[in-house]
């Protein structure tokens, strides 16, 4: 008999561990579960919140642009989709080789996207297609050969707080050559990087063609007028 309650007792026993191992096991279930829902519920509203600083930085810092025209090929094509920074020159200065959107300074119905040439208080000559700054000439990779324009222009003083701007497109682009330098009032943001087509995308290379990128429907059309 005390065999038997001794065999009942280790049987009560086993059970009765066997109980609390389970109840241990379900309580560290149920300990783990809300931890699991608490980081997907924190990975959630962290994800949400990056598209919300990305979506607010996208409308109120770029705007997206279609390009009309082949004045800055090879760097920029036709129907070709880019960012533009709007606030850029609110922080930095504009230098020679930036790619900019501008109001046409005889017209302010329409936009230009064009490369700045030379900088306030410069002398600018164009001969046989070089340009010259205060009579030194300007190396500019950004223009292959073939889109080259042997003609003369200037000199030409750029008055304070003006730029002189040009396309890559030589042969191609209604530019300072006509109109005469821009005003920096008239620019209005920075050509940053292309987002369409995709074999294009990538940022926009101050001194770039199109070999040198990196690579929603747009908002504006900028004529880069032929």
């Known amino acids: 008999m005390n065999e038997m309650r001794s065999l009942n007792g280790v049987s009560d026993s086993q059970s009765q561990f066997s109980g609390t191992r389970c109840r241990s096991s379900t309580l560290e279930i149920h300990s783990w579960m809300p931890g699991k829902l ?3 519920r924190v990975w959630t509203r ?15 810092f770029y705007q997206p642009v279609k390009i009309e025209g082949d004045s800055m090929a090879p760097l920029l094509s036709d129907q070709e989709r880019v960012f533009i920074n709007m606030l850029v020159y609110h922080f930095e200065p504009i230098e ?5 959107v501008f109001w046409n300074p005889l017209d302010r119905t329409e936009c230009f996207i064009k490369r700045i040439v030379a900088l306030p208080h410069e002398t600018v000559e164009i001969r046989h297609g070089m340009v010259y700054l205060n009579g030194d000439p300007l190396p500019e990779p950004y ?7 042997l003609s003369d222009s200037g000199p030409i003083r750029v008055p304070s707080e003006s730029y002189f701007v040009m396309g890559d497109n030589r042969n191609s682009s209604y530019d300072s050559r006509v109109f005469g330098p821009v005003a920096s009032r008239f620019i209005y943001g920075r ?12 940022s926009l290379s101050p001194t770039g063609t199109t070999e040198s990128k990196n690579q929603m429907n747009a908002k504006t059309s900028v004529a880069s007028r032929n």
Do not use: K
């Open 143 to 149: 223009v292959p050969s073939r889109y080259q324009d």
């Open 191 to 202: 050509a940053a990087f292309a987002y369409w087509p995709m074999d294009h995308f990538g």
């Open 96 to 100: 020679r080789g930036d790619v900019v």
């Open 38 to 40: 608490s980081f997907r």
């Open 46 to 60: 962290d994800l949400l919140i990056a598209t919300g600083i990305a979506l607010f930085i996208i409308v109120f």
